[in-house]
């Protein structure tokens, strides 16, 4: 069971089912309701210890009744979250989601400006017998932190590239993996074609580099070009962590030792099945789902 050590960003989420998604300023009914835990890190720290992996998960949460929820269900996934930092006066960060009939999102998040920034007390990932480290951007000195300790080391260093992506580029140059969402890859570099917006970014990265870009696939820079890899044809009912999921099954996938074409494919299995359920992270498929799910594929 291999370790893979997790920062970033945990939050309770609301999440609210509708017909379709608001377009105006009025009152709208929903058909269903739940409160799940998410957040990127989180999300991928819950989808490693679902696929066989054992997961620890730094993150900041307040001293509120939000915070007791968040580390609650991430520990009944088997997290182990003693690395979970409960910060005085702060809040929990929290979202409101909506969520469509056809498995769209809209996300509005609200992290407290007050959590403390200082990632010094972060375990290096070697002291927690880690095989790799994944962060995402939401908490920038705490995934530079982390990704630094693991190229010291000689671990996969895996960063969720959402947004938003500090412009200086030093989280990216920090990870030897980075997989870019779509949107975020935009951004960060003004161009709105996926393909060539990675290949214009890759050459200034030392390491791996792609972008998820839904149903699509995956595009990734290797040798010198770019590689598509296709994505999987399954009903989408819910989208929410799906890319979470991904990028948490990639690092299990490099932690276990297999190559980035492999982790890939492993990584979008897990999503293909996850959008397929509702419930955010608790759509997660367990291993032998996904194996099954790949066997069947002749992907095994």
Not at 11 to 26: A, H, N
Not at 28 to 37: H, L, M, N
Not at 97 to 114: F, K, S
Not at 234 to 252: C, I, K, N, P, S
Request: overall charge negative.
């Amino acid at each position: 069971m291999p370790t893979v050590f997790c920062v970033g960003h945990a939050v309770q989420d609301f999440v609210f089912s509708v017909p379709v998604l608001p377009d105006r300023g009025e009152k709208y009914r929903a058909t269903r309701f739940e409160s799940v835990g998410g957040g990127p890190a989180a999300t991928a720290a819950a989808a490693i210890a679902r696929l066989g992996g054992r997961a620890v998960l730094a993150a900041r949460v307040g001293d509120d009744a939000a915070a007791e929820m968040i580390v609650a269900e991430l520990a009944a996934y088997g997290v182990d979250c003693a690395h979970v930092r409960r910060c005085s006066g702060c809040a929990s960060s929290v979202s409101a989601v909506i969520v469509d009939a056809r498995g769209e999102r809209m996300i509005v998040n609200h992290l407290d400006p007050a959590l403390p920034a200082d990632a010094t007390w972060l375990p290096g990932p070697a002291d927690l017998g880690a095989a790799a480290v994944l962060a995402d951007t939401r908490w920038p000195e705490g995934a530079l932190d982390a990704l630094g300790a693991a190229r010291a080391v000689a671990l996969p260093g895996v960063l969720d590239a959402d947004r938003p992506i500090p412009p200086d580029g030093a989280l990216l140059r920090a990870a030897s993996h980075v997989a870019f969402g779509a949107d975020a890859l935009t951004d960060f570099t003004g161009i709105d074609q996926p393909q060539r917006a990675l290949a214009e970014v890759a050459r200034g990265l030392p390491g791996w580099c792609c972008v998820t870009v839904g149903g699509e696939g995956v595009y990734a820079f290797e040798d010198g070009g770019i590689r598509h890899y296709a994505g999987f044809d399954v009903e989408v009912v819910d989208t929410l962590g799906a890319g979470d999921v991904w990028h948490g099954a990639f690092a299990l996938a490099l932690a276990e030792g297999r190559d980035e074409a492999t982790a890939v494919g492993f990584a979008s299995a897990a999503a293909a099945l996850k959008v397929q359920r509702r419930g955010g992270r608790a759509g997660c498929p367990s291993r032998a789902e996904l194996e099954a799910f790949l066997a069947a594929r002749g992907m095994a």
